[in-house]
T-cell receptor
Framework: QKEVEQNSGPLSVPEGAIASLNCTYS??????FFWYRQYSGKSPELIMS????GDKEDGRFTAQLNKASQYVSLLIRDSQPSDSATYLC????????????FGSGTKLNVKP | DGGITQSPKYLFRKEGQNVTLSCEQN?????MYWYRQDPGQGLRLIYY???????QKGDIAEGYSVSREKKESFPLTVTSAQKNPTAFYLC??????????????FGQGTRLTVV
């Protein structure tokens, strides 16, 4: 069983601050990495994907990947109360690209 | 609008009953997936399908069954053999299965409760 680990939180940040969410994964062969946002009672929504080492920016979101350290992170700049949700990290790759493995998520609270 | 539609949104099952959860997509995606989410936990893969008339067991397939007779549809049956079926069930799809760099998109989910 491939493992994806996240701190469950909650992570509390004030409005306007940078929120930093972290994820580690066990399978060194993983090749694709994703961040999903999930509001309470709703389904996950894809917000970022990253496939190569380094940073990828999309608006207020930056995903960072370090395959050598088996580490993925998500930075949210200028955090808003509407960003309050659970953020799920997912990975796939290695021998079977059909299996997306998910972490249990980090709950983010952005305080006004 | 293109998307993935799951129905019903809420479902109640009596002990010993089989129930079927519907998942339909009009994104022309080849691959479809079923996941289960329990409170405070990540998503666990039940079944997946890369193409029509083919599907594979995921990590927690016991007590579940699926079919893929049409590209657009991937229904999940929760059988009476599933001893703890109360959970949030999520259907997802991706453009193509079995390739790297493919993103998965989710339907709105079905919340199943055993009564």
């Amino acid at each position: 069983q491939k493992e994806v680990e996240q701190n469950s939180g909650p992570l509390s940040v004030p409005e306007g601050a940078i929120a930093s969410l972290n994820c580690t994964y066990s399978d060194r062969g993983s090749q694709s990495f994703f961040w999903y946002r999930q509001y309470s009672g709703k389904s996950p929504e894809l917000i970022m994907s990253i496939y190569s080492n380094g940073d990828k920016e999309d608006g207020r979101f930056t995903a960072q990947l370090n395959k050598a350290s088996q580490y993925v992170s998500l930075l949210i700049r200028d955090s808003q109360p509407s960003d309050s949700a659970t953020y799920l990290c997912a990975v796939n790759g290695d021998n079977n690209f059909n299996k997306f493995y998910f972490g249990s998520g980090t709950k983010l609270n952005v305080k006004p | 609008d293109g998307g993935i539609t799951q129905s019903p949104k809420y479902l109640f099952r009596k002990e010993g009953q089989n129930v079927t959860l519907s998942c339909e997509q009009n994104l022309n995606h080849d691959a479809m997936y079923w996941y289960r989410q329990d409170p405070g936990q990540g998503l666990r893969l039940i079944y997946y399908s890369q193409i029509v008339n083919d599907f594979q067991k995921g990590d927690i397939a016991e007590g579940y069954s699926v079919s893929r007779e049409k590209k657009e549809s991937f229904p999940l049956t929760v059988t009476s053999a599933q001893k703890n079926p109360t959970a949030f069930y999520l259907c997802a799809s991706s453009i193509k299965g079995g390739v790297v760099n493919t993103e998965a998109f989710f339907g709105q989910g079905t919340r199943l409760t055993v009564v």
